[in-house]
């Protein structure tokens, strides 16, 4: 208990402990700002299109209420893709793809892919979320605390001594890397608190499991800096062994898998999509209508009956069935497009299994419902809202029906909101495993200490 006491002084009366402590500290609540100032950003969003889209409802419904398809060409919908408070931590793919959609029922790939416009300087650096900062930064800090624990005692001599006051010398080492790992943890824990109070998160399955990946990673850390340590080499060439682990880990294996996913997955059909989308309603200006009305009525059989004017060159039916084409035309890329995408998504959590970086970014992303899977579920509930509102309206247009006599204070923001399972043993076993893998092989190391 003595000793146990003896390693703890020593090592929070070390220079560098309150300096890192401090630095990780304010990095993690700024992190926490920035999380928070994301939320609520997303959040006025919303409100901002609610607001918009009645507005737009309104005034197009009192200057444009002759022609119901002349209407539906401008007015809009939205769809919002609801985004957890636990997204603050980990905010992966939200600052990209957009968590809100508005879309006409006219022609959706074209629309679908629409985003907002960010400075590109920002969107180069990203946002430095909770995630980041525990991926990036908890284990540089866990290197400083870590990588002279054995090597510093011999460089000073002390090591024979304390050898001659225990038959286990490699136990010294154990505990003075358990206080640090201790600390770790309790500043994890304070900061996760926190993060739950100031993001108002709720404590559900999620936010478990979030924790539970947070604290497994940092006794990863704590793992490897022991089996590195167990080498009894010098100060200098364990920082060095330290740091190159840590650029591995952290940006040369994930870039180099991200490479790697994309060059076996390239995603040319994104082009594709937009091309054929285009052509699809485009070229059907100069070519005849009836071809595109019959593949509208084969799509759409309940609207068999509306016909297009005779010796017109335009009616609602003919643009909204042009409008249709571009999307059928379309869909072979689109599904290409997608597939591709599921298979990356899957194809980076078989990577990650191996690599606790990677496995924790991604469970971090999945359980905030910011990751790759979670943006291919809005698109898919985005096809179902669009497909919804033509069902609704296509009727109306084709036979004319009276603009003022739809209910048009009913069309308001509509929600979804992503499922998923959790499966406990796919988001924990494997960087578990890694850890232990590393702790044994550390204990086999230490235990071969020598004076």
């Not at 006051?165 to 926190?194: G, H, N, S, Y």
């Not at 080498?231 to 920082?239: D, H």
């Amino acid at each position: 208990m003595n000793i146990t006491r003896l390693l703890f002084l020593n090592f929070i009366r070390a220079k560098g402990f309150i300096i890192a402590l401090f630095v990780l500290v304010v990095a993690s609540l700024l992190s926490l700002y920035i999380g928070k100032t994301f939320i609520e950003k997303h959040q006025k969003n919303i409100q901002k299109t609610a607001q918009a889209q009645q507005e737009t409802i309104d005034r197009y419904v009192k200057f444009e209420n002759k022609e119901m398809g002349l209407l539906l060409y401008y007015l809009k919908f939205g769809l919002v893709n609801e985004m957890p408070n636990l997204a603050g931590l980990s905010i992966g793919q939200r600052d990209i793809n957009p968590s809100t959609m508005s879309v006409t029922i006219r022609n959706l790939e074209e629309q679908k892919y629409n985003t907002e416009l960010h400075n590109p300087m920002y969107q180069l650096l990203g946002n430095m979320d909770f995630g980041f900062v525990l991926i990036y930064f908890f284990p540089l800090v866990i290197i400083a605390f870590c990588f002279n624990s054995l090597s510093e005692e011999k460089e000073s001599g002390i090591w024979k001594l304390l050898c001659s006051q225990t038959d286990k010398p490699f136990l010294v080492i154990v505990q003075k890397i358990a206080i640090r790992w201790v600390i770790m943890e309790i500043l994890l824990v304070v900061l996760l608190c926190i993060a739950q109070i100031y993001l108002q998160i709720p404590f559900n399955i999620s936010w478990i499991i979030f924790g539970l990946v947070a604290f497994l990673y940092v006794l990863f850390w704590f793992a490897l800096c022991t089996w590195i340590v167990s080498f009894q080499k010098n100060s200098n060439q364990n920082a060095l062994l330290l740091l190159i682990s840590w650029v591995l880990l952290t940006i040369v294996l994930p870039a180099s898998a991200n490479a790697f996913i994309t060059n076996i997955y390239p995603t040319q059909e994104a082009f594709e999509t937009l091309i054929e989308s285009r052509d699809g309603y485009h070229k059907k200006w100069d070519l005849p209508k009836e071809p595109t009305l019959q593949k509208f009525k084969a799509h759409y059989p309940q609207f068999a009956d509306f016909q297009h004017p005779e010796n017109k060159d335009f009616s609602w039916l003919w643009y909204y069935a042009m409008q249709q084409m571009g999307d059928d035309e379309a869909q072979n890329a689109v599904k290409q497009f997608k597939n591709k995408l599921a298979k990356r998504e899957e194809l980076s959590k078989n990577i990650g299994y191996f690599f606790p970086t990677i496995h924790t970014q991604l469970v971090f992303n999945q359980v905030a419902q910011s990751d790759l899977d979670n943006q291919l579920k809005f698109w898919e509930a985005l096809e179902q809202f669009h497909e919804k509102q033509k069902l609704h309206f296509y009727p109306k247009i084709f036979g004319d029906a009276p603009v003022l006599q739809e209910n048009w204070q009913q069309w308001k923001l509509d929600f979804f909101k992503s499922q998923f399972q959790i499966h406990w043993a796919e988001k924990l076993l494997p960087i578990l495993l890694m850890t232990i893998i590393f702790l044994i092989l550390a204990m086999f190391q230490l235990r071969k200490i020598i004076v």
